[in-house]
């Protein structure tokens, strides 16, 4: 329609691609309920895939085929799913005995810190949080916490029957992309592919390990303070620390506010919220750094934009996949010639594209 000189050809191209990023955009959140478990599953299947590989070095497992290893990994994958389901659901039916407690030392802070600054003619707390109460709609409320375990009981299940599938049909999948895209074609994909694996792979297994040293920690150091529901809120930790800069202050704040209720005391509440923070910055600062061998290449400012979009279109499940979905999506524009451009805009590191170019010439 344009010829190659035609100053409007390329406007038209970039008037197609707004085009399609838009109907893409549209599609992600009306086929949210679709889409999610599916790129969940697929995710996840990266972490069982290290695992499995990273048994080879264990003495006896090691000399198992690869198929058995990957089943030993899909049911322990299975077993940890549900034992999550569980303790989320004992500790909600926990929390609601521990309610008239909390709400006793909460009376009692409140007596203290008022009659600390001098507050002769203080407000009543009881009739505060009944006009909060009364002004709250409790009974939608309860009703959208319902539905969300509801829909997270539902989406959990997709996401298991879809890994059980990936799992199992991960080993012909290049057999299949040679037969669909013969020649060079192929070879492009297969590159994309292995670019893609090589980036993810390493980060989401080594995210998953560290997360679960954080949340080990986070366990002890609260047992060892007696705050309630330890092992759910180290559970809660380390899931939220999937989710950059802003899940390591989440994970902090919620357990520092419960142990406020618990304990009524300000000073434990700071010896719990510094022990906390510490490990925070331990695993961030240095366990981490040494862990990763090489970082998913984007700068702090696209990881933050790239964190408020995902979780824009699909919530706290898309701040936790904000990272290899953006991603994936670097590597896939760097392997076109067309959208290389935004690629490097997108890193941090620019240095692997000056090589390329330099080999290219």
Known sequence: ???????????????????????????????????????????????????????RRVPLVGRAPEWARRMLVLVGFLVVAFWLGGVMMSTASQVSAKLPEYQQ????????????????????LDQMIERMRQSLPIREIATAVLSSISSAAGLMFMVLVYATFLMSERGGF??????????ERARRASNIIADINDAISEYIAVKTLVNAILGVIS?????????????????????LNYIPYVGSMLGVIFP????????????KTLVIAALLTAAQIWVGNVLEPRMVGRKVNMSPFVVMVALALWSSVWGVAGAILAIPLTSIIAIIMANFESTRPFAVLLAENVEPFEVKQARDL
Request: no cysteine.
């Open 1 to 55: 329609m344009f010829q190659r000189s035609d100053p409007l050809r390329g406007l038209f191209g970039v008037v197609l691609s707004l085009l399609l990023i838009t109907l893409a955009g549209r599609f992600m959140i009306v086929g949210k309920s679709f889409l999610l478990p599916i790129i969940i599953a697929v995710i996840s299947v990266y972490v069982l895939v290290e695992a499995s590989d990273a048994l």
């Open 105 to 124: 030392n909460i009376d009692m802070l409140y007596s203290d810190m008022t009659r600390m600054l001098g507050l002769s003619d203080r407000p009543d």
């Open 174 to 183: 290049a057999h299949k992309i040679a037969v669909a895209l013969p020649g």
């Open 219 to 239: 366990f002890v150091a609260m047992t060892i303070l007696g705050v309630d529901f330890a092992l759910f809120w180290a559970v809660l930790i380390a899931l």
């Open 256 to 267: 520092v506010v419960l142990s406020m209720a618990q304990f009524g005391s300000v000073q």
